[in-house]
């Protein structure tokens, strides 16, 4: 009873916009559909209750959910853009970034970005001129870097190719453009051009499957159509860039995962899982007290579907309704693959630069895969059951290529472990570190010509900060710093401003046997050699 009550109730929830993650259904049919308002022929497996049958209740949930978004609405800068912009080619360029930006990511976490990127490429001109280098160390901890390259190339196709002209209609965004996918497509063309078209991302399958009461697995390719069609149906013709803006509005920030707060919801007289919550209470109540209260009009009759048992948008029979979870029984996704786990060593290799000043080794990544493009301490995949020796032997092979000398085992030091997962994998680094002593142009490697290798550059602190490098490296760095400080004790500071230039500090002597004075003011303490090894 009481878990009813609060599924009902639902008052507590997620702040305003917290966690909010942009997601797009696996597959989803090609064409949008051109009849708005309208939905195609339910087939025999779908019932006529998981839809919108009636255009005075189309209407009366757009006249709501509009009102209230008006009023609701987050103040974010790409609708500043949207909304103040008269050139529609640079609106829907400044639509277009934040969109590919919110994919898989947190809208706090985009805000910042997303205004760095307009400041320093306010136009499709502006980025069609960039490197992909500026490109990446704008976007380093952002993630899913593939993003920002596809943006990059695509205003370069549209520079070279269309004139400088955005594509104007959903169909030809995602037609012309590489990395624009049917809702990239659908959210440019409705906010930007004003075109009646719907949008389907995380946000929307969650409000429409509670609405409708469609508990079908949201990520199948039927019920994802089924899904598009309603978008589709519901879309406001005069606003359909704000109603769109509105539903995913919704799901982020009252239509949550975890904790809606039905209460607020702007359409919950006209949402099939709240009313189905209601009508238990109401049973429940019935038995235990006599009586019934519902704010569901006719809750005792709420009208089900008839196809029960053989609807294809149904909850499955094997996974039925859990009266413990509300609303939130809504939607149902299949369980996710889990990533596979990985081991890479990676060596944080340091020598002194030609100023006196530590520098740090990175490489850059191939081209294509996870990660492509940006730079990383020098890295190799470790095979199964490698024992630490095995893995010292391996990874002391590796950096070979780049310490141009013959490397003791005893100067390779063990810094820890780092995790970190990315969408499929989990990635464990073994971190070591080597401190390189010696003629700075030797320790930089005596067989350039001879060897295949990656792009590599010697980098300091600040500059390694700056670079376009992954946030897994960022960690491996901090790991490096913290055992740094330990090595060095609480009393002599372990802190340091980024972008500090050490030189300014003062700088000791580094023998060619890559020996220090007692006090350090980088990661020398840690990195070099103790007496006896």
């Not at 002599?492 to 700088?507: A, D, E, L, Y």
Request: net charge positive; glycine share 8%; with cysteine.
């Amino acid at each position: 009873m009481s878990k009813l009550r609060a599924a009902a109730r639902s008052g507590r929830g997620l702040q305003q916009g917290a966690g909010e993650v942009r997601k797009s259904p696996r597959r989803c049919r090609e064409n949008v559909s051109s009849h708005k308002g309208m939905l195609p022929p339910v087939s025999a497996q779908q019932s006529a209750y998981h839809l919108f049958s009636h255009p005075a209740e189309i209407e009366a949930f757009r006249k709501n959910l509009l009102s209230w978004y008006d009023k609701s609405k987050r103040d974010l800068p790409w609708r500043k853009l949207a909304a103040s912009e008269s050139d529609a080619n640079r609106r829907a360029y400044a639509v277009w970034v934040s969109e590919i930006m919110l994919q898989q990511t947190q809208v706090a976490t985009v805000i910042d970005y997303y205004n760095r990127w307009m400041q320093k490429w306010p136009t499709l001109q502006a980025l069609a001129k960039a490197s992909l280098e500026e490109v990446n160390e704008l976007w380093a901890g952002l993630g899913y870097y593939s993003r920002g390259k596809r943006l990059q190339e695509a205003s370069q196709k549209v520079v070279s190719e269309l004139a400088g002209q955005m594509p104007a209609t959903a169909e030809e965004l995602q037609r012309l453009l590489p990395g624009v996918g049917r809702y990239t497509a659908g959210a440019i063309a409705s906010i930007s051009y004003g075109q009646a078209t719907g949008v389907v991302d995380g946000n929307v399958i969650r409000v429409l499957c509670r609405v409708r009461c469609i508990g079908a697995d949201s990520s199948s390719p039927a019920v994802a159509d089924r899904l598009w069609d309603l978008a589709n149906a519901l879309v406001d013709p005069a606003r359909p860039g704000d109603f769109n803006q509105a539903v995913m509005e919704l799901g982020a920030t009252v239509c949550t995962p975890r904790a809606p707060l039905c209460v607020e919801c702007p359409v919950k007289h006209h949402c099939r899982a709240r009313c189905r919550v209601e009508k238990e209470l109401v049973s429940a109540s019935k038995r235990l007290l006599g009586k019934a209260a519902s704010s569901c009009s006719q809750a005792s009759d709420i009208e089900e579907c008839a196809a029960a048992g053989s609807c294809s948008l149904c909850l499955p029979a094997l996974e039925p309704w859990d009266s413990s979870l509300g609303v939130t029984n809504f939607p149902r996704r299949a369980a996710k693959k889990q990533p596979r786990a990985e081991r890479t060593a990676t060596c944080v290799l340091e020598r002194r630069g030609p100023q006196g000043e530590p520098e740090y080794l990175i490489v850059q990544r191939p081209s294509s895969g996870l990660l492509a493009g940006l730079w990383e301490f020098p890295s190799l995949a470790l095979g199964p059951g490698l024992k630490e020796k095995q893995q010292r032997e391996v990874l002391l092979a590796h950096v070979q290529a780049w310490a141009g000398e013959a490397v003791a085992r005893g100067h390779l030091r063990h810094v820890g472990e780092v995790s970190h997962v990315f969408s499929h994998i989990h990635q464990t680094y073994v971190v070591y570190s080597l401190l390189l002593g010696g003629d700075p142009e030797a320790a930089s490697g005596r067989q350039d010509e001879m060897l295949e290798r990656p792009a590599f550059r010697w980098v300091t602190q600040a500059e390694f900060q700056k670079s376009a490098v992954s946030t897994a490296m960022k960690k491996v760095w901090k790991a490096c710093e913290r055992q740094s400080c330990e090595g060095r004790g609480s009393g002599q500071g372990c802190k340091r401003k980024r972008g500090t230039n050490p030189s300014r500090t003062g700088q000791r002597k580094v023998e060619a046997d890559g020996s220090r004075p007692p006090r350090q003011l980088s990661l020398d303490v840690f990195l070099s050699t103790p007496a006896g090894e």
